[in-house]
């Protein structure tokens, strides 16, 4: 199975800038994507980014140009490089990862990790 932990939420300016990392154990080789998802208080989760084993990437519009999302040592780390932060980025921000097997999908969240942009 798959474990997920985040790491690096906090306060920051806006303008600032914050680095999520969140660090995955477990059968990390059955992985075919990996993202980060994001839930403000009273609105639905919603994507933020998301990562191929190719290297594919996926933006939500409200990120792009300002979020980067990237991996290291295959799937044992990903994270997701915020400028530029503004108001509205305040959220909980989780970790998802999708493991591809038997001709299956199956997700796997972290507990999140809270990120407040505040002047």
């Known amino acids: 199975q798959v474990q997920l932990v985040e790491s690096g939420g906090g306060l920051v300016q806006p303008g600032g800038s914050l680095t999520l990392s969140c660090a995955a154990s477990?059968?990390?080789?059955?992985?075919?994507?990996m993202g980060w998802y994001r839930q403000a208080p009273g609105k639905q989760r919603e994507l933020v980014a998301t990562i191929t084993g190719g290297g594919r990437t996926n933006y939500t519009d409200s990120v792009k140009g300002r979020f980067t999302i990237s991996r290291e040592h295959a799937w044992n780390t990903v994270q997701l490089q915020m400028n530029s932060l503004k108001f509205d980025d305040t959220s909980v921000y989780y970790c998802n990862a999708e493991t591809f097997r038997d001709l299956r999908r199956y997700p796997y969240w972290g507990q999140g990790t809270q990120v407040t942009v505040s002047s």
């Open positions: 477990g059968n990390i080789f059955s992985i075919n994507t």
